[in-house]
Each structure stands twice: as C-alpha cells, then as structure tokens.
C-alpha cells in the first residue's frame, strides 16, 4: 500500500500563506513523481501541482500558479507545498501522491494525475476572514 502522509493545514486569513509537508514513513520518495491535489466540499478532486523525481519538471493548475510553490527535500523524505496569498477558494482538504510521470523528447515529465488509489488523510487548509 502507498500510505503517505500530510501535514500543515490550517486556519488562516486571506493573504496568508501556509507550508504543507507530505512524507512517506515506511519508503522512499526518490523514484516517484509526487503530486498534491485538494478536495473542497461537494467538489472533485483536482490536481494542484506536481514535481518528477529530480525536481526538473514542476506544474501548477492555472489559479495557483505564482503563489503555490512545489519542493522536495531528499534528505527529509519530503514534499512540500508552499502556499502564498491564500484566498477563500483554496478552502479544501489537501492530499499528496504519486503521480504519473514520462519520458520522452522532453525528458522526464509529471501529470496531475494520480498514480495509485491509495488517499491518506489529507490535511484541512480554510482560508477564512
């Protein structure tokens, strides 16, 4: 089972910003492309962003583009998300993955799309006045 875990979320004001962490306990994260996705209430899950093992390709939907920020830190077994001038609408529950990735003309590349079916908790962000 791939059983990663999120952490970070929060309750915050518009115009915050906050840092979610996603880690895996009992493997590594090395080899996999990681993606953060979110669900608000009555919603779908939607992808977030991704990043390929070496870090060298990254995406962001389109609405978090310049204010969401994808990292890895290999040492940690980390992935991180920081998130900047939060607004109401990034209100969801937040999840990490291993997403699809490829290689190809354009090297390796990730896509916002999960490659397992195992969710774990998620971690709460509420952007709220």
């Known amino acids: 089972q791939f059983e990663l875990v999120e952490s970070g979320g929060g309750l915050v004001q518009p115009g915050d910003s906050l840092t979610l962490s996603c880690t895996a306990s009992k493997f590594r994260l090395d080899s996999d492309a990681i993606g953060w996705f979110r669900q608000a209430p009555g919603k779908e899950r939607e992808g977030v962003s991704c990043?390929?093992?070496?870090?060298?390709?990254?995406k962001y939907k389109d609405s978090v583009k310049g204010r969401f920020i994808i990292s890895r830190d290999y040492a940690q077994n980390m992935v991180y998300l920081q998130m900047n001038n939060l607004q109401s609408e990034d209100t969801a529950t937040y999840y990490c993955?291993?997403?699809?990735?490829?290689w190809g003309a354009g090297g390796n590349q990730c896509y916002m799309s999960p490659k397992t079916l195992d969710w774990g908790q998620g971690t709460q962000v509420t952007v709220s006045s």
């Open positions: 993955n291993a997403v699809v990735q490829s």
């Open positions: 990043i390929t093992p070496n870090g060298g390709n990254i």
